[in-house]
């Protein structure tokens, strides 16, 4: 009897002392008395971000409402949906493209260069990486980060563009299209334009293609129009072709970026 009393006395002292070395943390978190961690680097604050808007020179022609299309090719596989469609019915669009895409696509890059009177090609970046030089998510994307980073980005991009017979570019446009002003003071320095837009017509491939089709269908006298050309299992791609063809029936003129003067806000264009 006595022993089993010694047992059971030790296992108590054991628990306890491993309860005792657990409550010094516990207390204090849950009485929110955690003192600060010596030397402890203040968190950085977020990026201010800024998502710019693009216009071009209006027709100010009744009936024939003057639209530049632009589209981003980030990964994935070309879009033959929209493709077939720009050729066929001969309506002109600007191309952003990346590295990465350009890789993958050879058939559509081909496509691309056999038209020049209908498509303008330009950079969309290396990687698609986010062109701010602060570490930070966008949608879930780690941006560059630094100013470095954000050259090579840039750089990159343009560098395989040349590498696959493309006209060196002169517009930049980063994933997510968002920057912060550092950053796009940094890629203004470099030479170029930075291309916003001002409808959004496929929400980033992720519309619906009836949603999509409105979407671009409402573009005014003016607008430029950001869709994508790199999703061909995605329903929006359905309702960006279908739109198309639509606007063009209305009298749409259809314009390239490099064919008309624009105007860009947070100094993208300036």
Known sequence: ??????????????????LADE???????????????????????????????????????????????TFDACMGRADER??????????????????????RNPAAVAVFLQNPDL???ENHGQNHIPA??????????????SPQAVRQEVEGGAAAMVGAGIPAPHWFRGSTAKYDLSA???IRAMGYRIAGYSVNGDGGSLLGAVITEKRIASARDGDVVISHINQPTHAAGE???????DLKAKGTQFVRLEDVEDTGDDKTTE
Do not use: C
């Not at 009897?1 to 491993?18: E, K, Q, Y």
């Not at 209006?58 to 024939?64: D, E, K, L, M, Q």
């Open 119 to 121: 498509f303008e090609l």
């Open 184 to 186: 796009i003071g940094q």
């Open 132 to 145: 701010v030089d602060t570490p930070t998510l966008i949608y879930g994307i780690a941006s560059a980060g």
């Open 1 to 18: 009897m006595n022993r089993i009393l010694l047992a059971s006395a030790f296992l108590f002292s054991t628990i306890s002392t491993a």
């Open 239 to 245: 309702g960006v072709a279908k739109a198309l063809v």
């Open 82 to 103: 929209i493709l077939s469609t720009l050729v066929r019915e001969r309506i002109p669009a600007t191309i952003f493209v990346t590295a990465r895409w350009l890789k």
């Open 23 to 69: 409550i010094p943390s516990a207390v204090p978190a849950a009485l929110g008395q955690v003192p600060a961690a010596v030397g402890a680097a203040p968190k950085a604050p977020a990026p201010k971000l800024v998502e710019p808007h693009l216009h071009i020179a209006r027709s100010n022609v009744a009936g024939h409402a003057r639209i530049a299309l």
